[in-house]
């Protein structure tokens, strides 16, 4: 069993900064991709950014130049750096991990129960 535990979610004014975190534990033998996802009220949830292995990141069109996802893979934990936060980035933000409990095993992705981040003044 993997558990996925994310951090750091608050009210935060318009232009402001936000750090999450998010760290991964218990039956992993390798993680392939750490990213996070969120969902605003009424839509769909939606990558924000990744951060694969090697490592390469992929970030949404909205948060490019705003937003920075780092990964420390001997912790198992990924950070994002929210700056110059909009109201349109308020949503709940989960943390994802692509993992392998064992070799040869197929990967599986788990979700952690998500933090809530606003922008508003």
């Known amino acids: 069993q993997v558990q996925v535990v994310e951090s750091g979610g608050d009210l935060v004014q318009p232009g402001g900064s936000l750090r999450l975190s998010c760290v991964a534990s218990?039956?992993?033998?390798?993680?392939?991709?750490m990213g996070w996802y969120r969902q605003a009220p009424g839509k769909q949830r939606e990558l924000v950014a990744e951060v694969t292995s090697s490592p390469v990141a992929n970030y949404a069109d909205s948060v490019k130049g705003r937003f920075i996802i780092s990964r420390d893979n001997a912790k198992n934990t990924v950070t994002l750096q929210m700056n110059s936060l909009k109201p349109e980035d308020t949503a709940v933000y989960y943390c994802?991990?692509?993992?392998?409990?064992?070799?040869?095993?197929?990967?599986?992705?788990?979700w952690g129960q998500g933090t809530q981040v606003t922008v508003s003044s």
């Open positions: 994802n991990a692509r993992v392998s409990s064992r070799i040869g095993g197929a990967v599986f992705s788990y």
């Open positions: 218990g039956s992993i033998l390798r993680i392939y991709a």
